[in-house]
């Protein structure tokens, strides 16, 4: 069974920077599409970026030019590079293949302004 474990999150000042870790386990990760999402408090879960098994990305239009998706699928870990990071980035971030599986703990990720 896939597992996935988030980590990298933490307490930032607006304008400061995080990289997110995602940990797969099991060999669906290099099979599929990649992402990372995110639920803010009182909010609905929403899509933040995607990568494929090739390499091709593509971001929320609230975090475009701010943040930068990777993935290592020898260390079957994907990666989520966040910079010039807003108080409206607070968020629980969570990570999951396309199809989805099980969803991870998440990791806190919090902005002060």
């Known amino acids: 069974q896939v597992q996935l474990v988030e980590s990298g999150g933490g307490l930032v000042q607006a304008g400061g920077s995080l990289r997110l870790s995602c940990a797969a386990s099991?060999?669906?990760?290099?099979?599929?599409?990649m992402g990372w999402y995110r639920q803010g408090p009182g909010k609905q879960r929403e899509w933040v970026a995607i990568i494929t098994t090739g390499g091709h990305t593509n971001y929320a239009g609230s975090v475009k030019g701010r943040f930068i998706i990777s993935r290592d699928n020898a260390k079957s870990t994907v990666y989520l590079q966040m910079d010039s990071l807003k108080p409206e980035d607070t968020a629980v971030y969570y990570c999951n293949s396309v199809p989805s599986v099980p969803w991870g703990q998440g990791t806190q990720v919090t902005v002060s302004s």
């Open positions: 099991g060999s669906i990760f290099s099979r599929n599409a």
